[in-house]
């Protein structure tokens, strides 16, 4: 079946742009997930919903970071004000049981962000 | 709070021969562990689980690990190793004792093969 995908691929903005990444989980998980993989490092957790509702955005590093997901399936992260610093690798994951000890989180390709 | 580290940034071992990729975790509960693979511009892929049934799991290609709590481990181990091996390889604990929804990546193990 169909896996968790994301858009685009890849995303070159100059500083100060705002940005959308697009996640698909896949069908039936009704959890997602967003990380951020800096190169050379393993993914650091931004925001978790269950649902349509953020479940735990402790991750989110400041508020130019916000993401939604208003039907409960496709979810957006929206960088607003990009930096320099921002550009990493972007992951999306999604699970079927979340909130359990058994939760196990699928991944998408990831959205490669530059900020020039 | 729960951490993982993975004690070796780069492992390199001969095709046909074992690997080991080691990991400790840190936590103040039974955590559930587990073992991700990253291929090249590709995405993360689940090895194999540990969420405390038996200590030994055994996952995908070959691949499985233990889970020792009285050394606070969860080392990766494959008996022969194979060309397509070669990958970055992330061992991982859930940040809190009932629910495996919020994980912690270790910095991972880059796993070179050589011919």
């Known amino acids: 079946g169909a896996g968790v995908s994301q858009t685009p691929s890849n995303k070159v903005t100059e500083k100060g742009k705002y940005v959308e990444l697009r996640c698909d989980p896949i069908?039936?998980?009704?959890?997602l997930y967003w990380y951020r993989q800096s190169l050379g490092q393993g993914p650091e957790f931004l925001i978790y919903?269950?649902?349509?509702?953020?479940?735990?955005d402790s991750g989110l590093p400041n508020d130019r970071f916000f993401a939604v997901r208003p039907e409960g399936s496709v979810s957006t992260l929206k960088i607003q004000r990009t930096e320099r610093g921002d550009s990493a690798v972007y992951l999306c994951?999604?699970?079927?049981?979340?909130?359990?000890?058994?939760?196990?989180?699928?991944f998408g390709p990831g959205t490669r962000l530059t900020v020039l | 709070a729960q951490s993982v580290t993975q004690l070796d940034s780069h492992v390199s071992v001969s095709e046909g021969t074992p690997v080991l990729l080691r990991c400790n975790y840190s936590?103040?509960?039974?955590?559930?562990l587990f073992w991700y693979v990253q291929h090249p511009n590709k995405g993360l892929q689940l090895l194999l689980k540990y969420t405390s049934a038996a200590t030994l799991v055994k996952g995908i290609n070959g691949f499985e690990a233990e889970f020792k709590k009285s050394e606070t481990s969860f080392h990766l181990t494959k008996p022969s190793a194979h060309m397509s091996d070669a990958a970055e390889y992330f061992c991982?604990?859930?940040?809190?004792?009932?629910?495996?929804?919020?994980?912690?990546f270790g910095s991972g193990t880059r796993l070179s093969i050589r011919p």
């Open positions: 936590s103040s509960y039974s955590p559930s």
């Open positions: 919903f269950q649902g349509t509702g953020a479940a735990d």
């Open positions: 991982v604990v859930s940040a809190s004792d009932s629910s495996a929804s919020k994980i912690i």
């Open positions: 994951a999604s699970s079927l049981n979340p909130g359990t000890s058994t939760d196990t989180q699928y």
């Open positions: 069908s039936g998980h009704t959890a």
